[in-house]
């Protein structure tokens, strides 16, 4: 089992009801590829002072879990996983840093 965790960065704020829906479309999408175990999405707690800091700042953290890389590769071209991609970066520009890995825990 491996770990896929986004760190997802919106260049401006959301609504709290865009920030929601942006979440349950990327966990609807990654879990109807039928290649993830799990998909857990956490809103970014803010500390104050932080946007001072010269790094990407989330907005949400998105973790997959999945057997494999080659499960992990095979759901990114799922179908209709680009078309979410592509909706959300169009309405609200976005950049994601992510890592691969094995259970922290």
């Known amino acids: ?45 803010p500390v104050p002072g932080e946007e001072a800091i010269p790094a990407l700042i989330a907005t949400a953290i998105v973790q997959v879990a999945v057997a494999d890389t080659a499960a992990l590769a095979k759901a990114f071209t799922a179908p209709g996983m680009h078309e979410v991609i592509e909706r959300w970066q169009s309405r609200h520009p976005y950049r994601v840093a992510w890592a691969n890995h094995e259970p922290l825990i």
């Open 1 to 45: 089992m491996i770990y896929h965790t986004m760190i997802v960065s919106f260049d401006q704020p959301l609504p709290e009801t865009e920030l929601d829906q942006y979440l349950a479309d990327i966990e609807r999408v990654m879990l109807d590829s039928g290649l993830v175990h799990s998909v857990v999405t956490r809103r970014h707690l």
